[in-house]
């Protein structure tokens, strides 16, 4: 089956550093990529949706200017936490969706923890 | 390597009672959990299993059995808005969230 991976799965890092996630889809062309934010037992909360070639769409209440999403080519995005405080901690998760519109293939998920 | 398997697609009558099976191999275990994804929509948490055994909540239940490395999802008194896409996801050892590909429920009248 599809898979996607995320790169890295744990990250570390001091308040006021920006910190970048790559998602990539290994044996398929992901034309369209999710971006998901999900606390501890609680449901993936959608941040942006990105289509490879365009500009980002992100969710009402999400920065763009804080959260950069990058899909520069059909098997990786990339989000950029910029300048990242504690309460952007959270477990990022992304998903990619081939263009015919088939199931949402999930990445494992990034634990982002900001000290 | 680490999987899950679950059926891609499964179809009841309103009403009914269903179950969607997931099977798991993964390194390291910290519990199964389920999600409900709406065409359109993002996937929302129904449901967590860390202990065997049966977790109600409402017409939704989830059984885990780690011994078997097999849980399920049971909906009951199925109704159209049940229809959707139901995903089974192990969280592993590092904890990285291990995805089924997910299972089509199609509910028909």
């Known amino acids: 089956g599809a898979v996607v991976s995320q790169h890295p799965s744990w990250v570390i890092c001091k308040s006021g550093t920006s910190v970048k996630i790559e998602c990539r889809s290994l044996d398929f062309q992901a034309t369209t990529m999710f971006w998901y934010r999900q606390f501890p037992k609680q449901s993936l909360m959608l941040m942006a949706t990105s289509n490879e070639g365009s500009k980002a769409t992100y969710e009402q209440g999400v920065e763009k200017d804080k959260f950069l999403i990058n899909h520069a080519s059909l098997t990786l995005s990339t989000l950029t936490v910029t300048s990242a405080h504690p309460e952007d901690s959270s477990f990022y998760i992304c998903?990619?969706?081939?263009?015919?519109?088939?199931?949402?293939?999930f990445g494992p998920g990034t634990r982002l923890l900001v000290l | 390597g680490q999987s899950l398997e679950q059926p891609s697609e499964v179809t009841a009558v309103e009403g009914a009672i269903v179950q969607i099976n997931c099977t798991y191999q993964?390194?390291?275990?910290?519990?199964l959990s389920w999600y409900q994804q709406h065409d359109g929509g993002a996937p929302t948490f129904l449901s967590y299993n860390a202990l065997d055994g049966l977790e109600e909540t409402g017409r939704f239940s989830s059984f885990l059995s780690r011994s078997d490395s097999y849980g399920y999802l049971l909906l009951q008194e199925l109704q159209m808005k049940d229809s959707a896409s139901y995903f089974c996801a192990v969280r592993d050892s590092n904890y990285q969230l291990i995805w089924g590909a997910g299972t089509k429920l199609i509910i028909k009248p």
């Open positions: 993964t390194s390291g275990f910290y519990g």
């Open positions: 998903s990619a969706r081939t263009n015919r519109g088939e199931t949402q293939y």
